[in-house]
């Protein structure tokens, strides 16, 4: 069943000027929506309180379909991902009733799932700083190794998301070392640049040779050297994990997590949530508070330093 109003919502999103990323995310879970009624044979104004029990249980099990591909889905989904998805039914449901529409179901009714309020680990600063020069010494293209480096360097020394990165354009970098970021719903923000990070992205587009405006491109595939495409987002997280696996690194590490050491190693050198905040586009300190008491370092060396009894 297709759900009512719900390519109206879609373009609602898009006029709100949510990201490409965010609208498929939408687009993804509302379709997850259809394929359980479909499978319950309810329909849509069916959907009720004890449906939306159901409707959870589906989500965490594994004979759920894929929304997209419509094939069995082989691992359960965390809590994370079902709060995702129960979030965008909610927001779906607000949208119906801003509309005027009829819901089935309040979307205060949707409670979302108990999470384990884990702090994500964190590779040591050291190997970090070994992953982001790893490029280099483990690519066989050294131009492939230098950008892949860049690109890694950016990330840790600015703290901004994946999405960002890969759409950065070159003019987006000023002369002083600072990054005009746009972030999620088109909100802009400056961030800024090492004297390391500056350094490795002048000497990576010194040796650009062609005039397309992306900052990173993939040198195959393009059309007559004029670099149209941009690195995707699947490849530069495959091979971080690649340069993980390769350097013994213990700790999961991805794009996110240079995002999250980021803020991490700032944070125990004595940064300013508030300043934090800003750097990585937060709305709200609440975020960022979750990056910045994840150090279990920090909150040691802080009960030394300032616990009143030696």
Known sequence: MILPEKDDFLLYLKTQNYSP??????????????????????????????MVLRYKAYLISRDRKLPIKGTQAETKLDAGSVNRNLSSVRNYLKYLIDMDQPVPVPPDAIKLVKTDKKHPQVAELSELIKLIESPMRLEKDQLVGLRNRVMLEVLL???????????????????????FVRGKGRKERFVYLTPRATYWLNRYLTRRLDTAPAMFVPYR???????????????????????????????????????????????????????????LGHESLDTTTRYVHASDKFAEETHRKYHPVK
Do not use: C, W
Not at 43 to 49: A, I, L, S, T, V
């Open 21 to 50: 990323e965010t609208i498929y995310n939408y687009e993804r879970d509302l379709k997850q929506l259809e394929v359980f009624l479909d499978e319950e044979k309810v329909m849509f104004h069916k959907f009720d309180k004890l």
């Open 221 to 279: 595939g393009n059309n007559a050297g004029k670099q149209i495409r941009r690195i995707s987002t699947n490849y530069l997280q495959m091979k971080i994990k690649e340069y993980r696996e390769k350097l013994r690194i213990n700790v999961p590490t991805s794009a996110h997590s240079l995002r999250h050491g980021f803020a991490t190693y700032l944070a125990e050198s004595g940064a300013n949530p508030a300043a934090i905040q800003v750097l």
């Open 157 to 179: 020394s600015t703290g901004i998301r994946i999405s960002e990165l890969v759409s950065l354009n070159k003019n987006q970098l000023d002369g002083t070392g600072r990054l």
